[in-house]
Nanobody, 121 residues
Framework: QVQLVESGGGLVQAGGSLRLSCAAS????????MAWFRQIPGNARERVAA????????QYADFVKGRFTISRDNAMLTVDLQMNNLDPEDSAVYYC??????????????WGQGTQVTVSS
């Protein structure tokens, strides 16, 4: 089992950058595929980016390609999301998630509590 805690959210102006970080507990962190999701109130949760257990494979939603970068540090038990050139439409609660499958998954069984990102115009 893994527990996840996000940090790094906040208020930023359009065009600015934020770096989200997700700290995981558990010695088997390196066996989990990880991802960042986001949710706008009233909308479904959508996957933003995903990374495989060793970081050798990543996948991005079309709406963040070229702007966001997901990375992980298995020694530090963290997975980060670097967000550049932010747009007001990126405003959402961002969640870190883990999948026991280890790869780029469609099923994530472990979730953090979320961190709010607000982009002002």
């Amino acid at each position: 089992q893994v527990q996840l805690v996000e940090s790094g959210g906040g208020l930023v102006q359009a065009g600015g950058s934020l770096r989200l970080s997700c700290a995981a507990s558990g010695r088997i962190f390196s066996t989990y595929g990880m991802a960042w999701f986001r949710q706008i109130p009233g909308n479904a949760r959508e996957r933003v980016a995903a990374i495989s257990r060793y970081g050798d494979s990543t996948q991005y939603a079309d709406f963040v390609k070229g702007r966001f970068t997901i990375s992980r540090d298995n020694a530090m038990l963290t997975v980060d999301l670097q967000m550049n050139n932010l747009d007001p439409e990126d405003s959402a609660v961002y969640y870190c998630a883990a999948s026991a499958s280890g790869g780029i998954s469609t099923t994530y069984g472990y979730w953090g509590q979320g961190t709010q990102v607000t982009v002002s115009s």
